[in-house]
């Protein structure tokens, strides 16, 4: 067993006797040398006089807290210190990461998994795997417990503060709205707004004056003026969802206001300087888009200026159940149903799924769940199928979605734009996958040619007007 290469050995700081003890126990079984401390000021009386190989602290303590003893022996060299807290939310770990610690473990923590902690935070390794903790969080806190994650979680942490612009990529439903609230959360604007506006989702016509805003009579329909997206974000952060998708004429236009940091209103003449900070997010690949001509390279430099990739959930499988049980509770205590939870074999069963939907199909599982389940016990069984398996199930959880956020919008004529958006899609596909040879995506699709045709038509009359 590895012994800490300083005779000072490990101290645990915890103003908690039984976690100190436990895990004191657990490291001098291992063969090292430990000191206890209950609070920071015994930390540091005994720093006077020597060094520790290694400092596990908990976070919040009577008196000083945990980090700002962190960030003190961060400034001075000591290290490395790995934080304990139960506390796992973005805001606790982004602080901890920020202020050098080289792991965080979320209590109650399995001893092993301590342990190994231990081990690789002496051995200068990257991050150790941390137990599932089970903790009650807010039902916008982004969560995760992987190595991935917690990486995630510390860039979050470092750029934050920087007021750069930055680009969230990663696969739909992977949390790249919520890494850009955190991002927001944790920047110096957080008590400014912080506005999304998913760029794919609005015509492009109307896309323009959405990000500007319009003043009265600027077409028809503009009866008064509206501030846009930019007025709206003052001060704040402003989140572009899809940005791969937005149209190259507004790219143009978007670029100018980055670089000059003033616009117009649409119909407007007078010219409203801006203070916004730009989070963008796609899932396409830019690049190949850059590349092929369809999303411009000045503007991706002005956007991509910090990079923030979130890996697809079945890259990150440690987070799954940490997740499953937190969407789980929220759904009980949301649909107001009693609570349930799942049993051992039906979350490993879980974790074992691949969720092309990623987090956001995982949610849906699990809200579906609370509300069919029979028992207050999720078995395996409950689970069904996963949805690859049935057979383009996939969409349909998204097309779900998207309705029942629409629906919880109020949102006018539902069913017709659902049926244009597949449509398009449909037909997009079929002439992508056939050269754009209309009779042949006809045939590939299992309609008339006409048809295909009529909605072609249909469909850009209706973008148009
Ligand atoms: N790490 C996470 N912790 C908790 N909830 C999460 C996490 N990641 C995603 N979610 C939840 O999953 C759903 C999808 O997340 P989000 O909308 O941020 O994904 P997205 O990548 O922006 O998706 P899209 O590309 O489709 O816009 C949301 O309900 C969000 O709250």
């Given at each position: 067993m590895a012994?800490p290469?300083?005779?000072?050995?490990?101290?645990?700081?915890?103003?908690?006797?039984g976690?100190?003890?436990?895990?004191?126990e657990a490291?001098?079984d291992a063969?090292?040398e430990?000191?206890?401390?209950?609070?920071?000021?015994?930390v540091?009386?005994?720093?006077?006089?020597?060094?520790?190989a290694?400092l596990?602290?908990?976070?919040r303590?009577?008196?000083e807290?945990?980090?700002?003893?962190?960030?003190?022996l961060?400034?001075q060299?000591?290290g490395?210190?790995?934080?304990?807290?139960?506390?796992?939310?973005v805001?606790?770990?982004?602080?901890?990461?920020r202020?050098?610690a080289v792991?965080?473990?979320?209590?109650?923590?399995d001893?092993?998994q301590?342990l190994a902690s231990v081990?690789r935070?002496?051995a200068?390794?990257?991050?150790?795997?941390?137990?599932?903790?089970?903790t009650?969080?807010?039902?916008?806190?982004?969560?995760?417990e992987s190595?991935?994650?917690?990486?995630v979680?510390r860039l979050?942490?470092?750029?934050?503060?920087?007021?750069?612009?930055a680009?969230?990529?990663?696969e739909?439903?992977?949390?790249?709205?919520l890494?850009?609230?955190?991002?927001?959360?944790?920047?110096?604007?957080?008590s400014?707004?912080?506005?999304?506006l998913?760029?794919?989702?609005?015509p492009?016509?109307?896309?323009e004056?959405e990000?500007?805003?319009?003043e009265?009579?600027a077409?028809?329909?503009?009866?008064r003026?509206?501030?846009g997206?930019?007025?709206?974000a003052?001060?704040?952060?402003?989140?572009?969802?899809?940005?791969?998708?937005?149209?190259?004429?507004?790219?143009t236009?978007l670029?100018r206001?980055?670089?000059g940091g003033?616009?117009?209103?649409?119909?407007?003449?007078?010219l409203?300087?801006?203070?916004?900070r730009?989070?963008?997010?796609?899932?396409?690949d830019?690049?190949?888009?850059?590349?092929?001509?369809?999303f411009?390279?000045?503007?991706k430099?002005?956007?991509?200026?910090?990079?923030?990739?979130l890996?697809a959930?079945?890259?990150r499988?440690a987070?799954?159940?940490?997740?499953?049980?937190h969407?789980?509770?929220?759904?009980?205590?949301?649909?107001?149903?009693p609570?349930?939870?799942f049993?051992?074999?039906?979350?490993?069963?879980?974790?074992?799924?691949?969720?092309?939907g990623?987090?956001r199909?995982?949610?849906?599982l699990?809200?579906?769940?609370?509300?069919?389940?029979?028992?207050a016990?999720?078995?395996p069984?409950?689970?069904?199928?996963?949805a690859?398996?049935?057979?383009g199930?996939?969409?349909?959880?998204?097309?779900?979605?998207?309705?029942?956020?629409?629906?919880?919008?109020?949102e006018?004529?539902?069913?017709?734009?659902?049926?244009?958006?597949?449509?398009?899609?449909l037909?997009?596909a079929?002439?992508?996958?056939?050269?754009g040879?209309?009779?042949?995506a006809?045939?590939?699709?299992?309609?008339?040619?006409?048809?295909?045709?009529?909605?072609?038509?249909?469909?850009?009359?209706?973008?148009k007007s």
């Amino acid at each position: 067993m590895a012994k800490p290469n300083d005779r000072a050995g490990i101290w645990i700081v915890d103003d908690d006797r039984g976690v100190r003890f436990v895990l004191a126990e657990a490291l001098r079984d291992a063969g090292m040398e430990v000191r206890e401390f209950e609070d920071t000021a015994s930390v540091r009386k005994a720093l006077r006089e020597a060094r520790p190989a290694l400092l596990i602290t908990d976070v919040r303590m009577p008196g000083e807290s945990g980090l700002a003893l962190l960030e003190e022996l961060h400034a001075q060299g000591v290290g490395p210190v790995i934080v304990m807290s139960a506390y796992t939310d973005v805001a606790t770990t982004a602080a901890a990461y920020r202020a050098g610690a080289v792991d965080y473990l979320a209590k109650p923590f399995d001893l092993d998994q301590a342990l190994a902690s231990v081990q690789r935070a002496l051995a200068d390794a990257p991050q150790a795997e941390v137990a599932a903790a089970a903790t009650p969080f807010p039902a916008h806190a982004l969560l995760g417990e992987s190595a991935a994650m917690r990486e995630v979680f510390r860039l979050i942490g470092r750029v934050a503060a920087s007021d750069l612009n930055a680009l969230i990529t990663g696969e739909t439903g992977t949390g790249k709205e919520l890494v850009a609230r955190a991002l927001h959360e944790e920047s110096a604007r957080r008590s400014k707004p912080f506005v999304a506006l998913n760029t794919a989702a609005i015509p492009s016509e109307l896309l323009e004056s959405e990000l500007f805003g319009h003043e009265a009579g600027a077409f028809t329909g503009a009866t008064r003026r509206v501030a846009g997206r930019f007025e709206q974000a003052e001060g704040g952060t402003l989140f572009l969802d899809e940005i791969g998708d937005m149209p190259l004429i507004l790219q143009t236009r978007l670029l100018r206001v980055l670089a000059g940091g003033e616009f117009y209103r649409v119909g407007g003449r007078e010219l409203i300087r801006c203070n916004v900070r730009i989070v963008a997010a796609t899932h396409q690949d830019l690049d190949a888009r850059v590349a092929a001509g369809q999303f411009r390279a000045d503007l991706k430099h002005r956007l991509d200026v910090v990079r923030i990739e979130l890996p697809a959930l079945r890259q990150r499988r440690a987070d799954i159940p940490l997740l499953a049980q937190h969407f789980l509770a929220n759904a009980a205590q949301e649909l107001k149903l009693p609570p349930k939870r799942f049993s051992k074999a039906a979350l490993k069963a879980i974790a074992q799924r691949d969720f092309p939907g990623n987090v956001r199909e995982l949610e849906n599982l699990c809200r579906r769940l609370a509300v069919i389940a029979a028992g207050a016990e999720i078995l395996p069984a409950d689970l069904g199928k996963p949805a690859e398996a049935q057979g383009g199930g996939d969409w349909t959880d998204a097309l779900r979605d998207w309705a029942e956020r629409a629906l919880e919008r109020n949102e006018a004529d539902i069913h017709t734009r659902a049926r244009e958006a597949m449509d398009r899609v449909l037909m997009e596909a079929a002439l992508a996958a056939t050269d754009g040879h209309r009779q042949h995506a006809a045939a590939a699709l299992g309609v008339g040619r006409n048809t295909l045709t009529r909605k072609l038509g249909a469909s850009r009359a209706r973008r148009k007007s």
